[in-house]
């Protein structure tokens, strides 16, 4: 039977946590049968997520409602840990059991156990070990010194003598894995999951035999639930990063545009597909004050979450220059966010391609300005499609842009599509790269569907092309369509 209520608080904490991450209840299952729930009443149906572990099959974890399937991974890690918990609890009572003849050291290691368990935020938990470690062997004095492989973290009770020789011989402890017995201080390394982390050191006299073996019980039992609170960390660690990497996910779903907008002969497809959860492609739909329609495509450098917020950061100038200061033309936006974001781009080591094209419905023609962005593929009915190179610098490689307006005729049946470089710089499992020949093929051959089917068929082709291999950068593609007249 898993005695749950001995970690009810964490129990607690744990199933809070998923009711506001927005599930409606989550539960424990013992083979079936309920250990606790959160609401105690729960919905009728079936729970849409469940867990079990490897190490205690018995365990199921449950939860319903208002949960993404991608958070299973979430519910496994909990899992996981409910069941190191409990399993720990076993072994510690099987590990008591077995040394019922050593009085002594039996309620040692019990009272140790018991004295340790609520510790499992690494501070309490250090702290705990040091004053326990002390009252086990009934000394003046107990240390333990912790490497979590960034810090080595030092806990100590009140009346321990520090010195740097001291110090000295317990960071040699720990390097060779071996005990030391200096002065009246006694050195004792410990493994946290099979690597030498730890230092348990007592002061107060001269240490014998029956004192070592003591020591050691006392040291394994530390270790054992030093690595429980290494993984409690690290799954909280994991659960916050993974949180806060969904909220920037719906943040930046949130400033890029939901839809396409309505304008009048043209039809017009835009979506994004980050190589992680967020990243720093970039795409934007604005009309100008004289009603032209403005379409962006731009791709920072780097991904992830730093790429994410140049991008937004890009996003802002850029919608302050059209709605503040009536710019309208491609080329001198350019040259405005050039300008305006030199400084601060150059300090923290980005840039960005941009791409700008301007649409008046009522004309025949598109204009363009181009900021080292790549691929661009433009064609026109009766002609091949071609690359559209650029004649300016990427926004923050100089403080100015020297990117020009370009006219080219848009007429019905001519198509421009702007992709970011995650389509030409696919590759294969075979190490070929997907290349600029194969876009304009696709340009040519979607050139009579719609704007969304031929989306469909760069995505399609990209990802068919690298197989299983995953994707390597941010696919952002935006395809504009003048249509007849009807």
């Given at each position: 039977?898993i005695?749950?209520?001995?970690?009810r608080?964490?129990?607690?904490?744990?199933?809070r946590?998923?009711?506001?991450a927005?599930?409606s209840a989550?539960?424990?299952?013992?083979?079936?049968?309920?250990?606790m729930s959160l609401?105690?009443?729960?919905?009728?149906?079936?729970p849409?997520l469940?867990a079990t572990a490897?190490t205690?099959?018995?365990?199921?974890?449950?939860?319903w409602?208002?949960?993404?399937p991608g958070?299973?991974?979430?519910?496994q890690?909990?899992?996981?840990?409910?069941?190191?918990?409990?399993?720990?609890d076993?072994?510690?009572?099987?590990?008591?059991?077995a040394?019922?003849?050593?009085?002594d050291?039996?309620?040692?290691?019990?009272d140790?156990?018991h004295?340790?368990?609520?510790?499992l935020k690494?501070?309490?938990?250090?702290?705990?070990?040091?004053d326990?470690?002390?009252?086990?062997?009934?000394?003046?004095?107990?240390?333990?010194l912790?490497?979590?492989?960034?810090?080595?973290?030092?806990?100590?009770?009140?009346?321990?003598?520090?010195?740097?020789?001291?110090?000295?011989?317990?960071?040699?402890?720990l390097?060779?894995?071996?005990?030391?017995?200096?002065?009246?201080t006694?050195?004792?390394?410990?493994?946290?999951?099979?690597?030498l982390?730890?230092?348990?050191?007592?002061?107060?006299r001269?240490?014998?035999?029956?004192?070592i073996?003591l020591m050691?019980?006392?040291?394994?039992?530390?270790?054992?639930?030093l690595?429980?609170?290494?993984?409690?960390?690290?799954?909280?660690?994991r659960?916050?990063?993974?949180?806060?990497?969904?909220?920037?996910?719906?943040v930046q779903?949130?400033?890029?545009?939901?839809?396409?907008?309505t304008?009048?002969?043209?039809?017009?497809?835009a979506?994004?597909?980050?190589?992680?959860?967020?990243?720093?492609?970039?795409?934007?739909?604005?009309?100008?004050?004289?009603?032209?329609q403005?379409f962006?495509?731009g791709?920072?450098?780097?991904?992830?979450v730093?790429?994410?917020?140049?991008?937004s950061?890009?996003?802002?100038?850029?919608?302050?220059?059209?709605?503040?200061?009536?710019?309208?033309s491609?080329?001198?936006?350019i040259?405005?966010?050039?300008n305006?974001?030199?400084?601060?781009?150059?300090?923290i080591g980005?840039?960005?391609?941009?791409?700008?094209?301007r649409?008046?419905?009522?004309?025949?023609?598109?204009t363009?300005a181009?900021?080292?962005?790549?691929?661009?593929?433009?064609?026109?009915?009766?002609?091949?499609a071609?690359?559209?190179?650029?004649?300016?610098?990427?926004?923050g490689?100089?403080p100015?842009?020297?990117c020009?307006?370009?006219?080219?005729?848009?007429?019905?049946?001519c198509?421009?599509?702007?992709?970011?470089?995650?389509f030409?710089?696919?590759?294969a499992p075979?190490?070929e790269?997907f290349?600029?020949?194969r876009l304009?093929?696709?340009?040519?051959?979607?050139?009579?569907?719609?704007?969304?089917?031929?989306?469909?068929?760069?995505?399609?082709?990209?990802r068919y092309f690298?197989d299983?291999?995953?994707?390597?950068?941010?696919?952002?593609?935006?395809?504009i369509?003048?249509?007849?007249?009807?």
């Amino acid at each position: 039977m898993i005695r749950w209520k001995h970690f009810r608080a964490e129990i607690d904490t744990l199933a809070r946590a998923w009711l506001d991450a927005g599930a409606s209840a989550f539960a424990l299952c013992e083979d079936d049968q309920l250990l606790m729930s959160l609401p105690r009443t729960l919905p009728a149906e079936n729970p849409g997520l469940t867990a079990t572990a490897s190490t205690l099959p018995a365990l199921k974890a449950l939860v319903w409602g208002g949960v993404a399937p991608g958070q299973a991974a979430h519910l496994q890690a909990d899992a996981h840990l409910l069941a190191a918990l409990f399993t720990q609890d076993r072994e510690v009572d099987s590990v008591t059991a077995a040394l019922v003849e050593h009085q002594d050291q039996l309620l040692t290691l019990y009272d140790l156990q018991h004295t340790l368990r609520p510790h499992l935020k690494l501070e309490a938990a250090l702290s705990a070990i040091a004053d326990a470690a002390r009252q086990m062997l009934q000394v003046g004095a107990a240390a333990i010194l912790f490497n979590d492989g960034k810090t080595l973290h030092r806990f100590h009770t009140a009346a321990y003598e520090y010195s740097a020789v001291l110090e000295s011989v317990a960071l040699q402890t720990l390097e060779r894995g071996t005990h030391e017995q200096y002065a009246a201080t006694f050195c004792l390394p410990m493994q946290i999951r099979g690597e030498l982390r730890a230092v348990l050191l007592w002061q107060g006299r001269i240490f014998n035999s029956p004192d070592i073996k003591l020591m050691t019980a006392v040291a394994e039992q530390a270790a054992a639930h030093l690595e429980t609170v290494v993984f409690y960390r690290e799954t909280l660690e994991r659960e916050r990063a993974d949180r806060e990497m969904e909220l920037a996910r719906q943040v930046q779903s949130y400033l890029l545009p939901r839809r396409a907008p309505t304008v009048r002969g043209l039809d017009i497809f835009a979506s994004s597909i980050p190589a992680l959860s967020v990243g720093g492609d970039y795409y934007d739909f604005l009309q100008s004050a004289c009603g032209n329609q403005l379409f962006v495509v731009g791709d920072v450098s780097g991904k992830g979450v730093p790429a994410a917020m140049i991008m937004s950061m890009l996003r802002s100038a850029l919608r302050s220059a059209v709605d503040a200061l009536k710019l309208s033309s491609p080329s001198a936006l350019i040259e405005h966010l050039s300008n305006t974001l030199y400084d601060d781009f150059t300090e923290i080591g980005v840039f960005a391609t941009l791409f700008i094209a301007r649409v008046d419905p009522d004309c025949p023609e598109i204009t363009i300005a181009n900021a080292g962005h790549s691929p661009v593929l433009y064609h026109a009915p009766g002609a091949s499609a071609q690359l559209l190179e650029a004649d300016g610098l990427p926004v923050g490689a100089l403080p100015s842009n020297f990117c020009e307006d370009h006219t080219l005729p848009f007429v019905p049946g001519c198509s421009l599509v702007i992709a970011t470089d995650g389509f030409s710089e696919t590759f294969a499992p075979s190490g070929e790269i997907f290349g600029y020949d194969r876009l304009l093929h696709l340009t040519e051959k979607t050139a009579a569907v719609s704007a969304q089917d031929s989306a469909a068929a760069f995505f399609g082709a990209v990802r068919y092309f690298r197989d299983q291999r995953p994707q390597d950068d941010d696919q952002t593609l935006m395809i504009i369509k003048r249509m007849s007249a009807e």
